[in-house]
Nanobody, 115 residues
Framework: QVQLVESGGGLVQAGGSLRLSCAAS????????MGWYRQAPGNQRELVAR???????NYGDSVKDRFIVSRDNAKNTLYLQMNSLKPEDTGVYYC?????????WGQGTQVTVSS
């Protein structure tokens, strides 16, 4: 099994920045792609960004050129640097890992962007 724990959420004004972290533990050698998803009230969970074990990235259209996803394999940690935040970025951000072809989720961290 693998466990994912997010941190770094909070309240920020529009135009500000936040950095989310996701620490993985357990059977980390079974992890391939990791990513961030978010869910706003009344909306479906959507892809924000993801990164393969080889460092290939892709982003949701609404966050391109503002967010940067990265991972530190030595620290078993996934990051999301969020810049130029907008009120529509508000939601619960979830860390996701593809572990031995099985998807695993963290508990989520709230991000609130005020206008």
């Amino acid at each position: 099994q693998v466990q994912l724990v997010e941190s770094g959420g909070g309240l920020v004004q529009a135009g500000g920045s936040l950095r989310l972290s996701c620490a993985a533990s357990g059977d980390i050698f079974g992890i391939n792609t990791m990513g961030w998803y978010r869910q706003a009230p009344g909306n479906q969970r959507e892809l924000v960004a993801r990164i393969t074990s080889g460092g290939r990235t892709n982003y949701g259209d609404s966050v391109k050129d503002r967010f940067i996803v990265s991972r530190d394999n030595a620290k078993n940690t996934l990051y999301l640097q969020m810049n130029s935040l907008k009120p529509e970025d508000t939601g619960v951000y979830y860390c996701h890992a593809l572990w031995r072809s099985i998807g695993r989720w963290g508990q989520g961290t709230q991000v609130t962007v005020s206008s």
